[in-house]
């Protein structure tokens, strides 16, 4: 065993040095770092740590889960007692919470997800964190909502944890995507999966297929492009998953590529998509467009969207660059009323993209 790897520490160090962050964001990445090994402790101790738990509906007007509100207690007391903060918002809080007065003022803000994928609890599935950290104002103007607001590409560093067979920490900050694994031992994440890549073409593709009914044309020709195969306009052969754990699609496609969606649909007209801006599409936004990848809604680039509410819902398209692009070409060509095949009773031959 080498005892002279890099720990997530010795990385932030380095990247210090580089003068790539300062050290208060360091000092938060650590704290985040903390709360995520108590909140894989927590995870993987499961209904023995959950009994005594009250749990309520959230603000999304979901069922939470015992983990939900321990995970959050946890990234709040942590990260509030670091000094580095102004304030957080998370996916399980109605409203922003104001470090207190008797903590240190510091300059940052933080977003999260406590716990992604926590449905997925009860089957002892991967689940993890998710959170995203920008720069708060300066000055003496109080923290408001607003100040939360801010678009995906403002971003300073974000990340996510996989609470799964081992505990690993995705991270970025600006720099590349890097990978960091928990030695449960030893209590120390260490980096094992330096400048992670998106491979640009792809044969696997992620969706809840259950809602083929209600997605948009494109999405759907796409769909069936992909599931017609070797013998489809596509001419390969693709690969299905649906893990219902957006931390766990994200793992994968940065592992071997795919693209992953979860579209605009007509399901609910009151939500243009089921994932949330703040706390899932702009974290991850910013992960796979460092490690070469894309995101957009199939109309525009997630990053570049100013969000109107801190629980604003957003359409997500992910992953290998060639897919993405794609998409958004069948979107455009859906928006600007260009015919197509798939338009067509005949609909079965060529895409536009196959050039023979
Ligand atoms: P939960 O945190 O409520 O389990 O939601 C997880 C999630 O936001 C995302 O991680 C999944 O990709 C997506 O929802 C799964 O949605 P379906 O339940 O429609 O499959």
Known sequence: MSYHRVTL???????????????????????????????????SRGRLNTMEVNVSVNVQGEEQKPL??????IFLKICEEGDQLQGMVSEEMEQPYIIPPEHKKGKYLLIFDPLDGSSNLDLNLTVGSIFSILKG???????????????GREQVAAGFTLYGPTVMLIL???????????????????????????????????INASNERFWEPPVKR????????KTGPRGKDFNMRWIA?????????LIRGGLFMYPRDTKDLSKPGRLRLLYEANPMG???EQAGGMISTGRECILDIVPQSLHQRIPVI???????????????DYDSGKPTEFDSPLFSTRSLFRND
């Open 245 to 253: 754990s957006m931390v766990a699609e994200v793992y994968r496609i």
């Open 318 to 332: 992910l992953g290998s660059k060639e897919e993405v692009e794609r998409l958004n070409q069948y979107h455009y």
């Open 9 to 43: 520490s010795k990385f932030l160090l380095e990247r210090r040095k580089e003068g790539a962050i300062d050290p208060e964001l360091a000092s938060l990445i650590n704290d985040i770092e903390s709360a995520c090994k108590y909140v894989a402790a927590a995870v």
């Open 137 to 151: 104002p300066v000055g003496n103007e109080p923290l408001k909502e607003h100040h939360f607001l801010r678009p």
């Open 222 to 229: 796409y769909v069936e492009e992909c599931i017609k195969g």
């Open 68 to 73: 939900d509100v321990i995970a959050n207690d």
């Open 286 to 288: 910013f992960i796979v």
């Open 172 to 206: 970025t900050v600006g720099n590349g995507v890097h990978g960091f694994t928990l030695d449960r031992e030893v209590g120390i994440f260490t980096l094992t999966h330096p400048n992670m890549r998106i491979v640009e073409s792809t044969k696997e593709f992620a």
